[in-house]
């Protein structure tokens, strides 16, 4: 069993910056595919970023490429996604996901981030 605690969500301007945090309990956080998904109001969940598996190639979105970061420290087991020059649609709970190539199994609770005009 894995768990995944995001932090870091919070209010901001659009043009500002936050850095997510995903706290993942598990032996090693190589061994897993990881990515962060997000869900709008009256949306569905969508795809943000993800680490290619394995190695440490990232595909992001079409929606946040350029302005999203996604990083880890394995010897941490901590994932991240530094989000800059946010926008107001980038309004959305925020979720760390983890599992074994292709499948995402196990999720956090989500961390909310709100970009205001």
């Known amino acids: 069993q894995v768990q995944l605690v995001e932090s870091g969500g919070g209010l901001v301007q659009a043009g500002g910056s936050l850095r997510l945090s995903c706290r993942v309990s598990a032996r090693t956080v190589s061994n897993l595919l990881m990515g962060w998904f997000r869900q709008a109001p009256g949306k569905e969940r969508e795809f943000v970023a993800r680490f290619a598996w394995p190695g440490d190639t990232t595909y992001y979105a079409d929606s946040v490429k350029g302005r999203f970061t996604m990083s880890r420290e394995n010897d941490k087991n901590m994932v991240y996604l530094q989000m800059n020059t946010l926008k107001p649609e980038d309004t959305a709970v925020y979720y760390c996901?983890?599992?074994?190539?292709?499948?995402?199994?196990?999720w956090g609770q989500g961390t909310q981030v709100t970009v205001s005009s």
């Open positions: 996901a983890a599992g074994t190539f292709p499948t995402f199994e196990y």
